[in-house]
Structures are given as C-alpha cells and as structure tokens.
C-alpha cells in the first residue's frame, strides 16, 4: 500500500510539469512564448493545482479512499489524452476568429482550451491530499507524512520536467508526450481499482477508449496562416516548422503559428520582395569600394539572405548562425542554401561572444516567432557587435512595425544610436518590417560589381531611399536590465488588430 500510494504522489508531480511543458509547446505555435504567454501559462496551472489540493482537502477529509484516488487519476488520463485533439481545433478556431476581429468567438474558443488544459491539472491536484490522508496513521505523524510525500512529488516534479524537455518531445513529439502521460495515469488509476478494491470495470471504461484511439491524428488539422502544399511539418527543439510550396512554385519556411515567412526559396526568380533583399545587399552601403570578404547572419533560418549574397559574391566568406539545428537542415534540403556557407549551430550573442572573428557586415534577423529576442537588440549586445565590426563594416538590423505603431522598431533605433555614429533606416513597402543600417563611418550605396547582378540592381534601385533616423530618443534604449520586446511587440498586434 505505502509504495502504491508513494509511487502515485511521484507519479502526480511528474505528470503535472510534465503537462505544463507539453502544454507550452501545445500552445506556443499560436500565442507566442513570450514573457508574458509564459507568465499566464504557469499562473494557470499553479491556480488549476491550488484548486485541486483545496479540493482534494476536503474530500480526503470526508471519503478519502483508494476509490476515489483512482478515480481522479483516470479522470487526469482521460483529460491529458484529450488535450492534443481538442486544443489545436480550439486554438486554430480562436485565433482564426480573432484575426477577423470576433472577439466574442475567440474568448469562446480560447476559454475552452483553458478549461481542458486546467482539468488534468486540478485532477492531479486532488491526488495528493488523499494520498497523505491514507498514509497518515496518527496525528503525530502527520507532518512527517505531508513532508515526505511533498518531498517524493516535487523529485517526481523534477523528472517530468527533465524528460518532455530533453528527451520526449524531441523524440516522440507533443501529442504523444501527452499520450505517455495518459497512460501512465490511467495504469495507475486501473492498478489501485484493481489490486485494492476489484473495481476494475470504470479502469477500462476510460483505458480502452485511450488505446483505441491512441494513434488517432485528425485529418482535418488545419493551420491558420498556412496556404499551399505543405512539404513538411515537424515540431524542432524551439519551433513548429513548416515548409510550404505555393501554386507559384515559391517554397516558404515558416515557424510556429504561420504568420511569417522565415525564409523563401525560388528556384529560378530573384526574391526581390519582403525584408530578404534589402538585408542580403547591406554591404553595398558600406564606406568603401572594396568587395567584402567575410560576412555574418545572425538567424540565419532557411538561408534565403545567405544564398542571395553568395548569388551576387560567390568568394565571400558567408557564416551563418543558426540555433535550430533542424531549420540548417530545412535550408539544405529544400531552400537551395548554398553548402560553402559555414554554420553555427549556437544562440547569436554566445557565437560573437566566443569568437574573435572581425566581419565586413553583420546582419541581424533573428525572431523566435514573431518576437526578436530581447538579448540580441540592447546596448550591450550591440556593443559587442561593433567590437566585431571591421573600420567600415555595417550592421543590418530587421524590425517590425504596424503602420504607425513603431515604438519596438524605433526603440532598436534609438539603442543603434548609442553605439553607432550613423544610423539609417528604410520602411520595407508592403511590408511590415524596418530596415536599420549602422556603421561607425558614413552609409551610402557603393557600386561593386562591373557586371550588375540582380542584387546589386536591386540594391541601386532601392538603397537610395533609406533616410537618416532621427527620432528623438528619451526612454526608448534596450539594455541587458530593461528590454520591454515582449511588452512593445504585443503593442503592434494591439494595433493591428484594434
């Protein structure tokens, strides 16, 4: 009995972080891993525990038995095997709707996915007091009790927090962590009906339809922001990743929820749209004449700015730096990226802090999603990057804006200028993305070639209109202690949407 009720408690702590860490990646792809998205996450299921131990309270004080403890880890199977299904048509529904601007709809459909990601947690929560109150023979005890079980829930705590991240979802992947953790419950649950109270039928009852439906996938999964032929999908270590062809033959490398293009490929046409090209003929606007010689890419995705520089200077030393490891291999694969272009496979800030390499340009086009990542836009990191500069390079910087709402781009703006002498920008047409130029000497469009490319044509065209940025600066600097991204990120879709 003590061993049951002890590997239940271990059981319900690694099933509950489990379960948060799976309900991250669950809803990430739509809502962002921002600050604040992880904020609510965990302030949720802290709420749907403290709700399940008050409740377990008192119910282990009227009728706590083994009945009952079996039966809320079912219900915890039932509803841990149930989220992956339901909450991506909830999640796809809600932010479909939201876009076309039907918020009534949308807090339906978002209220639902919270309802059915808070129930396995409550149900868990309920275990833990039951379990105490069974193994608790005398009020002296009792304390030594609740300590020890407290002390085996948080060890179980920290498996079901090391596993889902560095094995199970890499592995098996989301819907399938969420099934391993259903029937680990439900073989609890079964097991104490069976070995200690025979009630075994209400086990089945909810482990036979898990079983059945197990390896059921819908269908009709659907994706908001995917349009064409879907080439792949797969979930990676950071993101949920797309490869997508259109009718036009242009293929698209997209991550998490879809609303941006990471990378484009074509393989005859020059990507000639979007913020690829303006970033890719940076080194044009440097102060010299001379062809650079060893660039670098930070959030290098799919490789589309890569390849359109190797295009134009095929002996430039091109490196990219690239965390995901599975978009390097979507670039190989699928978007013509060029294998003479070297990788890192390392966060932006370590790779430049661990090396004493100098570059011609560095050019910065890191999102996670829709969110640059606060540490690659302070002064400090900036600091870093012209450290790294040569006496003429230049930085290319990609930000986004919604028309008027530009507080994030002009904060990145402002932070060039206190490690920068010069500082231009242009506004991408159709687009939503800013362009930022910064060197320590003067920017203007050099001609390099003699035989002009398509990206030096392009750069001729459309490098004369960048302007000087001259906002006025006042509390808009991003420093490693203050980098508000997510908060001024959430501004631009506020105002898209409102």
């Known amino acids: 009995m003590d061993f049951y009720l002890k590997g239940v408690s271990f059981l319900s702590g690694f099933a509950m972080m489990a379960m948060e860490i799976a309900i991250g990646r669950l809803i990430f792809p739509y809502l962002g891993s921002s600050l604040p998205v992880w904020g609510i996450l965990i302030s949720w299921v802290l709420l749907s525990a403290s709700s399940g131990y008050a409740f377990g309270g008192k119910i282990s004080s009227r009728n706590g038995n083994l009945n009952i403890l079996s039966s809320f880890l079912l219900l915890a199977s039932l509803f841990s095997f149930l989220l992956p299904l339901v909450g991506h048509h909830a999640l796809s529904m809600a932010i479909k709707i939201l876009f076309n601007k039907n918020f009534f709809e949308a807090f339906a459909g978002i209220f639902l996915m919270a309802l059915i990601t808070g129930l396995p947690v409550f149900s868990l929560g309920v275990t833990i007091p039951i379990v105490i109150r069974l193994l608790t023979q005398e009020v002296t005890n009792a304390g030594k009790t609740a300590g020890t079980i407290q002390a085996i829930a948080t060890a179980g705590s920290i498996l079901g927090t090391l596993v889902p991240s560095f094995w199970s979802i890499q592995s098996i992947g989301t819907k399938w962590t969420f099934i391993m953790i259903a029937f680990l419950l439900g073989f609890a649950g079964i097991t104490g009906f069976i070995r200690y109270s025979k009630k075994f039928i209400a086990g089945f009852a909810v482990i036979l339809p898990l079983a059945a439906l197990s390896g ?7 994706f908001p922001f995917i349009r064409g032929k879907i080439l792949f999908h797969d979930e990676t270590l950071y993101h949920s990743v797309f490869v997508v062809r259109k009718d036009n033959g242009l293929i698209e490398l997209k991550v998490d929820e879809g609303f941006t293009i990471q990378s484009v ?20 606007l440097r102060n010299t004449f001379e062809v650079p010689k060893h660039i670098l890419v930070i959030g290098l995705a799919g490789g589309t700015v890569a390849k359109q520089i190797k295009d134009s200077m095929p002996n430039v030393i091109v490196k990219g730096v690239e965390i995901d490891g599975k978009l390097i291999q979507l670039g190989r694969k699928f978007m013509g990226l060029p294998d003479s272009v070297k990788i890192e496979e390392k966060d932006g800030r370590v790779y430049l802090s661990s090396t004493d390499e100098k570059f011609d340009t560095i050019i910065l086009d890191a999102y996670q999603g829709p969110y640059p990542p606060f540490h690659l836009l302070t002064k400090e990191f900036f600091t870093i990057v012209r450290d790294h500069l040569e006496p003429d390079g230049i930085v290319a910087v990609n930000m986004i804006r919604w028309k008027n709402e530009e507080s994030l781009s002009n904060a990145a703006g402002c932070t060039l200028k206190q490690v920068f002498k010069y500082v231009f920008k242009i506004d991408v047409p159709f687009s939503i993305n800013t362009i930022f130029y910064a060197s320590m000497q003067s920017i203007g469009f050099k001609q390099m070639n003699n035989s002009k490319d398509s990206l030096e044509k392009f750069a001729e065209r459309n490098l004369k209109n960048i302007i000087p940025f001259n906002e006025q600066c006042k509390k808009l600097i991003l420093t490693d202690d203050c980098a508000p991204v997510e908060y001024l990120t959430h501004k631009i879709f506020f105002s898209a949407l409102f």
């Open 265 to 284: 490929y074509h393989p005859v046409e020059f990507i000639s749209f979007g913020s690829w090209p303006y970033l890719s003929s940076s080194f044009f």
């Open 216 to 222: 059921y996938h819908p269908k009709n999964k659907t």
